[in-house]
């Protein structure tokens, strides 16, 4: 390797964690159980960015609706899932829409 080479292999390689460290963090997928007429967790706080995967392990359909967001994950029937990501921080109440006594919170940070 002559100098030159090396030089720009040692300035290459000192550049590298400086840009690794400029790369947003990988989005996550959290996961909401919806079994025994509740959403468990009942509250779940996630990242910007991060997904909430809501699985219905009842024998009835639910929906996770966000009548303030406009956001919903539709009809679950048994064993369905419905998936939504949230870019906004902040807290994001919701219920199903099959039965409004079933409430949960997604909160968002930043």
Same mark, same amino acid.
């Given at each position: 390797?002559?100098? %030159?080479?090396?030089? @720009?292999?040692?300035?290459? +390689?000192?550049?590298? !964690? +400086?840009?690794?460290?400029?790369?947003? +963090?990988?989005?996550?997928? =959290?996961?909401?159980?919806?079994?025994?007429?509740?959403?468990? !967790?009942? /509250?779940?706080?996630?990242?910007?960015?991060?997904?909430? $995967?809501? /699985?219905? =392990?009842?024998?009835?359909? *639910?929906?996770?609706?966000? =009548?303030?967001?406009?956001?919903?994950?539709?009809?679950?029937? $048994?064993?369905?899932?419905?998936?939504?990501?949230?870019? =906004? !921080?902040?807290? &994001?109440? &919701?219920?199903?829409? %099959? *039965?409004? @006594?079933?409430?949960?919170?997604?909160?968002?940070?930043?």
């Amino acid at each position: 390797m002559t100098d %030159i080479s090396r030089r @720009s292999f040692l300035i290459t +390689a000192a550049a590298v !964690p +400086a840009a690794l460290a400029a790369l947003p +963090a990988a989005a996550a997928t =959290q996961d909401v159980t919806i079994q025994g007429m509740a959403f468990a !967790p009942q /509250t779940i706080t996630i990242a910007a960015g991060d997904t909430v $995967r809501w /699985t219905n =392990q009842d024998g009835a359909p *639910h929906t996770a609706t966000f =009548q303030a967001a406009g956001m919903d994950t539709g009809r679950l029937s $048994r064993g369905g899932t419905g998936e939504l990501t949230f870019a =906004q !921080p902040g807290t &994001y109440d &919701y219920v199903c829409a %099959i *039965h409004p @006594s079933m409430r949960g919170r997604v909160v968002v940070t930043g």
